[in-house]
């Protein structure tokens, strides 16, 4: 790591100007003496990593602050994914049965209503369910992808987050006053579009200016605020029953969002760095660094690292090289060309794609234990903290790589284990008991992969990356209703198969435990061949 260089010496004449400059220094002769000299006038370039933890912080009240209101987004995601679970809802049938009963004649007690009631999606209608699941994650996959992109290109991470959560307000809204199913559906596509980018853009925002040693163990704690989503939309949708209400009531977080937390977020300086844009770049660290308590000298600016240890011999100042600095970009097709990211991004996907069929499936699973639906998805939501808690704690002391393995591998044994389980009598709570226990050992593979991810590819192209393994996962959540409706021990030993498996390919990473956080590809392709 670059050390910084002593501030320029103040010429005498400033505090004495009634006395005759100084006469000139000779030239120095000795073989490092001009070097010296040369060390003292220029100015420390140090990248974003080191400036973190020499002079700004690495995890102090600005990041704090800018961690928790970032990561708020979260919410907004579950809000927006979780919201079928009530307003697609199956209510008890009634006294003449559910096949009997035309559109809008069912009616669920208490003057609640779902779509499933409103436009008789039962019996041989039973289906259009399943079609509206698959189209929302179709859309979030397709999301992620798009504003993984856009994120790390011209709209940034704040500006990314923005536009996502604009849309789904926009259409979160528009959903509640859709006239019939089909348009139902397109809404919901749109939404998962949107939806798609904003668990994606918060994590980067939120991790990106955190120092290497915090920024495992807070990245991990952005999934609370999910699963606080998920728990507190079960105490709305318990008190909206409405499905059209619901979906007004669970958009209008997103707005309150745009208009009360978004302007108090900072750009990533990450990004601001790798888009040349270094004068605003270092005015965020300057702001860190002072809300930190900290003092960043003058004469320490930023660089990517690449260019840390590079000589500049060719006269400019910084404050020229700042001005002519051009934005470094790159996309998915430089990830595939180099060979150490190549391998990184095809091991990512598959493992995502596995997780999810793995999550999604055991979480669909809780709808059928027949208990009251409200309660179940706000127990679901909490069950998942402790997975939080235990993988936070232990993943900087076993690194990434053993905890991707081991929760896979935990989870992969009790499903294992509830394929074999019989489904009559007491059985039944042991399967299900396994089913707790696999999701508990998914949840903290799913808290991990995020912050693994983004520590496994450079600034230019992370987000491109993340929103390659979020669309392998969506795949995942699409195909895991699939898989459920085949019933019996299946679906418990194909998910048991899926995490095993994605236990061995997470065998083919590297450990980025203490590793930089590389900026662009060449510094990734240098600092891995060391």
Known sequence: MSSAAPPPSHDDSLHYPLLPPPPPSPPATAAGGGGEARAKSKPDRICIDGML?????????????????????????????????FADREPPPPATGACG???????????????????????GEKYKVGLVQALFFGGCMIGAGTFGHLSDSFLGRKGSLTVVCILNAIFGCLTALSPDYWTYCLLRFITGFSTGGVGLCAFV??????????????????????????????????????????????????????????????????????????????????????????????????????????????????????????????????????????????LAVAINFLCSVVYYGISLNVVNLQTNLYLSVFLNGVAEMPAFTITALLLDKFGRKPLAIGTQWFSGI????????????????????CGILGIFGMAGTYNLLFIYMAELFPTVVRN???????????????????VVVLGGGFPFAVFAVCAILGGILAFY???????????????????ESV
């Open 53 to 85: 933890q020499k002079y700004c912080g690495e995890f102090g009240p600005w990041q704090l602050r800018h961690f928790v209101l970032t990561s708020l987004a979260w919410s907004l995601e579950a809000f927006h994914t979780m919201v079928m679970i």
């Open 101 to 123: 009963t035309g559109p809008g004649e069912w009616k669920e007690g208490g003057g609640g209503s779902s779509t499933v009631t409103e436009w008789g999606l039962v019996c």
């Open 205 to 346: 925002l939120a991790t990106e200016p955190i120092g290497p040693k915090k920024r495992g163990a807070a990245g991990m704690s952005t999934f609370y605020f999910f699963s606080c989503g998920i728990a507190l939309l079960s105490g709305i949708a318990y008190v909206f029953r409405s499905w059209r209400e619901l979906y007004i009531a669970s958009s209008i977080p997103s707005m309150l969002f745009l208009v009360g937390v978004l302007p108090f977020i900072s750009e990533s300086p990450r990004w601001y760095l790798v888009r040349g844009k270094i004068d605003e770049a270092m005015k965020l660290m300057r702001a860190i660094a002072k809300a930190n308590k900290k003092h960043l000298p003058d004469g320490v600016i930023l660089a990517l690292d690449e260019e840390v240890n590079e000589n500049s011999n060719d006269g400019q100042s910084c404050k020229d090289q700042m001005d002519t600095k051009d934005a470094i970009t790159g996309s998915l097709i430089d990830v595939v060309k180099s060979p150490v990211t190549r391998i990184r991004l095809l």
């Open 414 to 433: 009790f499903c294992l284990m509830g394929s074999l389980v019989m489904i009559h009598g007491e059985w039944k709570v042991a399967r299900m008991v």
């Open 464 to 482: 491109a990356a993340l929103g390659c393994g979020a669309q392998a996962a969506q795949m995942g959540a699409i195909l895991a209703p699939l």
């Open 509 to 527: 990473l590297p450990e980025t435990l203490n590793r930089p956080l590389y900026d662009t590809m060449a510094g990734m392709e240098g600092g």
